[in-house]
């Protein structure tokens, strides 16, 4: 039987999962021959097993064999896209992505005080959309600018905000929350979701699977990304 320590299991558990998959497969084998012989040795000899018995077992037991060869494709397969996935998570290194979030950050350019910057967000949309209303609130949960979008495509969109609340003012420094409101032509709900923008720091994997450190944007998944920027 082939034994694998916790350190191999973590550092390939492709590799684990497959020595496991072998060692049971082993070890049912055994079982299965030891089990007939034992039939054809103490079995009566006048009612003795006929040839559709041990031919229906050891069917049974090629069937099982059948099976454990595709599970151990299916794991080749496997790997080769945890190998795809990591390569292509790791170009993402530097790059500014789209994930769920409602979180948006105002600053001052440091060369010009009157101009605002701001970390950039976008919607996510299920459906066509005719009217889409932004809310951005400041930490006292006071609205500060609602930024009215027409005649939406379904799907990703950016979205642009110029620091300035609704009456034109520069809003002070912070973090804000966005909100979105989204209707069709019937002025029915539209299923919409607001994302948030963060740069990849790093890629780690981990029993998640892969993840992204976006800094004070957070950890995510490589599964949550909307939109490469």
């Known amino acids: 039987m082939t034994t694998v320590n916790g350190t191999d299991a973590a550092a390939n558990p492709m590799n684990y999962a497959r020595q496991q998959n072998n060692s049971l497969m082993a070890e049912t084998q055994d079982r299965f021959l030891t089990l007939l012989i034992t039939q054809m040795q103490n079995q009566d000899p006048m009612n003795p097993m006929d040839n559709a018995q041990v031919t229906s077992q050891i069917a049974q037991m090629s069937t099982v064999q059948g099976i454990q060869d595709l599970n151990n494709t299916l794991l080749a397969v496997s790997g080769q896209l ?126 998640k699977g892969l993840l992204l450190d976006l800094g004070l944007a957070g950890t995510y998944s490589l599964l949550d990304i909307r939109k490469i920027m």
């Open 82 to 207: 945890d190998v795809s996935q990591s390569m292509q998570a790791a170009s993402l290194i530097g790059k500014n992505v789209l994930v769920p979030g409602n979180k948006v950050k105002v600053g001052t350019d440091p060369e010009d005080s009157s101009i605002k910057s701001t970390t950039g967000f976008g919607v996510d949309l299920a459906a066509p959309a005719h009217r889409v209303v932004v809310s951005i609130t400041d930490q006292a949960g006071r609205v500060v600018r609602q930024l009215e979008l027409e005649d939406m495509k379904l799907g990703v969109h950016d979205v642009q905000w110029d620091g300035l609340d609704d009456a034109g003012n520069p809003v002070p420094d912070g973090a804000y929350t966005t909100k979105v409101e989204a209707l069709d032509t019937e002025g029915k709900a539209v299923n919409a979701e607001m994302l948030t923008s963060g740069k990849v720091g790093s890629v780690s994997y981990s029993t």
